[in-house]
C-alpha cells in the first residue's frame, strides 16, 4: 500500500476537515507524515486507525469515507479527531510492526500492580492495582501520537480501528468499556456482514461474551481513554479474510455508533 498516494488523499480533505501533520517518522531511511484530521463539534469523538500495519481496513475506511463520517459528524454537531494511519511504514509494507520491528500498540500506559512492580497490561489475576501512569517511552510512532492526543482533553467517545490477522474466515468482534448496551445495536448490525465471535476464545487468553465483546486492559489507547472517564470506549476488529468492502461496512456503522454515543454524551 503505497503511503504518498494514502497522504495525497488525506490532505485532499482541507475543505472538510483541519488537516495537520502531528509529526513525522522516518524508517527505513523514507521519511513518513502523520496525520491528524479535525471537524469541530460540541463533543468529541477520537478515531484512531493504523497502529498494526498488516490491518489496511480502518485507514482505508477513513481515506475512503471521510467525506460521509464528516457529514455525519457535522449534522449531530459532534467534533472528529481522526489518526488515520498511525503506523504508515507498516502500512506501507504490509507488516504488523513498523519497518524497525518495534510495537507501536498497548504501549499508552503503565500498570503498578504491586510497589515498583510495573506492567504494560493487567491480566484477568491482577484484581487491583495502585496506580496507572501515561507511558513516556515506546516507538516512535506511539511517542508521536500518545504525545498529541495527551495534548487535548478527554473525548466523549473513542473508537479505535484494528484488524485480526489470526483467526479464520469473514468475522469481527470489539474489545469494549463502559455500558455493553451502546454496544450491542452495533455488534448485531455488523452480523449482516461477518459472523460475529460470540463465546468463544480469539487468542491464548482473550473469549469474547455472547454480543461479541471482551474487556482487557491491555494498556493500549482505548484503556487509556478509559482510565480517563471517557464513557464509550472501544476497539473494533474484523478478520483480515473479511472482505474488504464488508469492512468497511461494519467500520462505517462503528463509526457513525459512535458519532451517536459522543452526541448523547454521558448525561443521558
Ligand atoms: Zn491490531
New binding site residues.
Partial sequence: MNYEDYARRIRSYTGLAEVNEYGRVVEGGVEYPLFRLIVPGSRWLVITSG??GE?PAGPLTLAEHFEEVAAYARERDVGLRVYPCINPSGFEDGTRYNRGGEKP?NDFMRYEVAPGVWKGELEPTDTSFLRWVLYDGGPKETRAVREDIARYPAPSAALDI??DNYLPGAATYAYTFGDKGAYRPLMEAASAHASVIRNDKVDENHYTDADGLIEYHDGSVTDYFTRLGVPYAAALETTTRTPLEACHTINRLWVRGFIDLAARGSDS
Fill in positions: 497502529f498494526h490491518e500498540n484494528h484488524q
